[in-house]
């Protein structure tokens, strides 16, 4: 009975100098075949890190990034002449680290700040030079949420950038989120200063706008792997205000997937919970999962024909919840554990539950 999104988090480019920041840092990846830059964006202007030069032969075939939202990591592949090579990026406890995974016979030669090393497989790199270098803002690393809106074509990211269908874009969008700081990014000009309109809204409930807006916000918003940007450089058009000196494109990710979070879920208190609030409607079937409400109680919601269809909630907290539905829904059978044959219950009433165990919502009545 339990609620579960089989879809891996792993979009992926083909294209020399993709753009990806690593999860839970403010560094951005240039990743060329035979060059990697690093700079920092957590302000306004970015500006260079470090710059490493590989030792690699081209023509590169089937060179590949891959961001990994599953561990939370960058990696990046392919066939040179010399030799297959793969090395991921990720944070560590006090830095920001290249790793050889896979080396050419003799090791992978590394050329950065004028110093060149052999890498042998299983050895690494920093990133950053000083500790000043290091701006690691660490998000919820431990998230289980996972959402789906019923794509599974393969994410390679120029297609799905091609086809703007928000649909496959959001769920990666709301995973990538969870490795940013939520409160630390400041938002107030350039394609940030969508973030306000889009909270507006949320707030109005306003179901047939709202996808426009996050694909607007998106398509002016991001480049690359998704690495936010405030500043359209694509000129699409969009007319937004100046950037002031202290805004960081990372706002993008950070409250960008807070407020996506909140198409599907809204917490008016600890134990008062909107479900599927202001779900556009163009998303008619979903799952999203161990949604973190209450205390530490974990809330999973499936919809299909853009109606609730069943909910889990495996809960920690002994009291009284309340639970807003989409209000074309007026009852709904609740059961404690597999084997209760349940009790219909009206939608708008309050419902005292028990810790420590899993309750079961289906059979949504019109």
């Known amino acids: 009975m339990d609620i579960r999104v089989a879809q891996r988090f792993r979009p992926y480019s083909h294209k020399p100098g993709t753009r990806v920041v690593v999860p839970g840092t403010t560094l951005r990846l240039e990743v060329f075949p035979s060059l990697l830059r690093v700079h920092s964006v957590e302000t306004r202007i970015p500006h260079l890190v470090s710059e490493i030069d590989l030792d690699v032969t081209g023509p590169v075939e089937k060179f590949t990034v891959c961001l990994d939202l599953e561990k939370g990591r ?85 297609r799905v950038s091609e086809r703007l269908n928000m649909s496959e874009i959001t769920p990666f969008w709301l995973r990538y989120g969870a490795f940013v700081s939520p409160d630390f990014w400041r938002c107030g000009g350039g394609t940030a200063a969508q973030l306000p309109k889009f909270a507006e809204l949320l707030v109005d409930k306003a179901h047939t706008h709202v996808e426009d807006h996050i694909r607007s916000l998106f398509l002016q918003g991001f480049d690359g792997l998704l690495a936010p940007r405030l500043v359209d450089t694509d000129h699409h058009g969009f007319v937004n205000p100046p950037v002031h000196d202290d805004d960081s494109p990372m706002a993008l990710l950070s ?112």
């Open 255 to 366: 409250m960008g997937a807070r407020l996506l979070r909140q198409l599907f879920i809204q917490e008016f208190d600890k134990y008062h919970v909107d479900v599927l609030p202001v779900l556009p409607p163009s998303w008619h079937c979903g799952r999203f999962i161990n949604i973190a409400c209450g205390t530490e109680s974990r809330l999973s919601i499936e919809w299909t024909k853009k109606t609730l269809r069943r909910m889990v909630l495996r809960c920690e907290d002994s009291t009284e919840w309340t639970f807003s539905f989409p209000h074309s829904l007026k009852s709904f059978r609740l059961r404690r554990g597999t084997k209760d044959s349940g009790r219909s219950l009206d939608t708008s009433k309050p419902i005292k539950l028990d810790a420590g165990y899993q309750y079961f919502f289906d059979n949504f009545q019109s």
């Open 74 to 158: 960058v990696r990046v592949w392919g066939h040179a002449q010399n030799g297959y090579y793969r090395y991921a990026v990720s944070a560590k406890e006090n830095s920001v680290a290249l790793l050889v995974e896979r080396a050419p016979e003799h090791g992978l030669n590394v050329e950065s700040g004028g110093s060149v090393r052999c890498l042998q497989i299983g050895e690494e790199l920093s990133l950053t030079s000083t500790a000043a270098d290091i701006p690691i803002h660490r998000g919820l690393f431990d998230s289980q949420e996972r959402l789906s809106l019923g794509c599974n074509k393969a994410a390679n990211w120029e």
